[in-house]
């Protein structure tokens, strides 16, 4: 079960405090999920096996295009993990911070900003031109989501196949 609290931020003054603190539950409980599935655990039936494929790392952030990468899974993947790494401070993000993200697939006037499709032997990241957007931390306005200066960012993308 999640510790993030779904009722912040509250409305009518939110802080910039309560969104990172359910930031920093996120990335926890992120970060436990994959050491988890790194380590390619055996469930308890001692059949069932979460296996890593190869991620691909993108620097800098690209736009507009298409990326092919073999996974190496042999199958289609089951789940693919997504993050944005920042590499210079922007927006009050410094090196090393990560940005979890989700697929995108309507984005503005129809166009797909983050898609990540695959087959058996490959995947194949879509990123367009307004996405990912994130929160701007220097703001206290909750919602002031802002794009990022894509040299300052790298994004990876990890497939995981369970077998």
């Known amino acids: 079960m999640s510790a993030i609290d779904i009722t912040k931020p509250v409305t009518g003054t939110p802080t910039t405090q309560s969104v990172r603190d359910n ?10 999920a994959q050491a988890a599935a790194e380590a390619a655990q055996t469930s308890a039936d001692g059949k069932t096996t979460l296996i890593a494929g190869s991620p691909l790392t993108t620097t800098p952030l690209p736009y507009n295009t298409k990326l092919t990468h073999a996974h190496g899974l042999g199958a ?9 790494t920042c590499i210079t401070a922007e ?49 206290d306005q909750y919602g002031f989501r802002r794009t990022p200066n894509g040299d300052y960012w790298s994004i990876t993308v990890q497939p995981y196949l369970i077998a």
Do not use: C
């Open 91 to 139: 927006r009050g993000y410094v090196a090393g911070d990560r940005i979890y993200m989700t697929p995108d697939t309507e984005g503005s006037a129809g166009n797909a900003n983050h898609t990540v499709e695959a087959d058996d032997t490959n995947f194949y990241q879509i990123i367009g031109s307004g996405y990912p957007r994130f929160q701007d931390k220097t703001t």
């Open 76 to 84: 289609i993947p089951s789940f693919v993990l997504m993050w944005m």
């Open 23 to 32: 930031f920093e539950i996120a990335a926890d409980e992120i970060d436990t």
